[in-house]
């Protein structure tokens, strides 16, 4: 029997209420499987508690989490209430460095039950590979001479050893793929240090893997080539935020920025990896019951498929497919059904899945 201890941190917003389907689909998965069990954790850990505490996780928030072998998070954010640098850099842009969870997995592809708003979407199938503890996300900077002659600066940070470890783990996974074909996203035409540095690096890198194909792609066209030809893609590897940028944009191809998933991992697993969605907390439809559970629920998946779980992890995702498939899905992608009632459907589907 394996054992697996989870802190779920639901956070603000929608996030708190898609993790709960997350959390079923866990314990369901365990259920099914049968030589798995989750002990889970909730931690209260979000906007309502910064105003509360004047800060986002306690003191020893971190030390608390490495206690755990994962982390299961919806989202993080309420704007109105706190500004939005301050809540993300002090719980999820905090776990995600102090963890070391430095790749970013997040897979876009034509999901069968989805229309996707592409006239011909050609069945793409993409793994975005994104730099995850630095790059453009970066504390360095600052402001001065408040007024009209106000100069503010912020700087972006690329390490050798923090570009290589990811354009490395992006070989390594396309090695693992049918296609073998690594596009790294560069702006070295406009970016003038470290675009041209992560240029160097991905060839250095590539050289290692000469059964891959490989090239370097500015993200301005790449950008287009996700909406005008995406089945042309297999990894793309990009910085911190290139990766955000093209994921949200990927999530958008999908169908809705509420069924893209997410996996911030370490690989060295020394620490917790953190699985949440792609999607924010969505204050526009906060409330309202009405937030699509399939990125929450997808993103369970890759946490079974992290503890090697692959098996059960596919009749999670065979079932949300299915679902959709059946039209239950929630107004995003078209629909009229709740989050209950897709998150139900997708349970009920998983269950009897796991019979056969
Ligand atoms: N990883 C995280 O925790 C992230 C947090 N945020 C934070 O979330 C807050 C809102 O940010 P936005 O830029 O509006 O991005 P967002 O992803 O929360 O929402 C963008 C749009 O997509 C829709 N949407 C998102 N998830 C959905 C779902 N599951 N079902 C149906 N519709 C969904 C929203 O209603 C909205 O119209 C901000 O505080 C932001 O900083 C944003 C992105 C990621
Ligand atoms: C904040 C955000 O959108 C992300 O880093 O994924
Ligand atoms: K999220
Ligand atoms: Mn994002």
Redesign the pocket.
Known sequence: MKNIEIAVIP?D??GKE?VPFGVKALELAAEIHGGLSFKMQEFPWSCEYYVEHGRMMPENGIDILKNFEAIFLG?????KTVP?HV??WGL?IAIRREMKQYINLRPVKQMRGVRSPLADPKGFDILVVRENAEGEYSPIGGRMIAGNDEIVVQNAVFTRSGTERAIRFAFEAAGKRDRKFVTSATKSNGIIHSMPFWDEVFGQVGREFPEIQQTSTHIDALSAFFVTKPQTLDVVVASNLFGDILTDLGAGIMG???IAPSANINPDRKYPSMF??????????YGKG???PV?QMWTAKMMLDFFGFEDVGQLLLDSIEDTMEAGII?P?LGGKASTTEVGEAILTKFKERGRR
């Open positions: 956070g917003g929608i898609v989202a993080v954010g309420l704007p939005d809540s993300l999820l809705s920025i509420g949440e969605p792609v999607h924010g907390s969505a204050p526009d439809i009405i937030a699509n990125g929630t995003d």
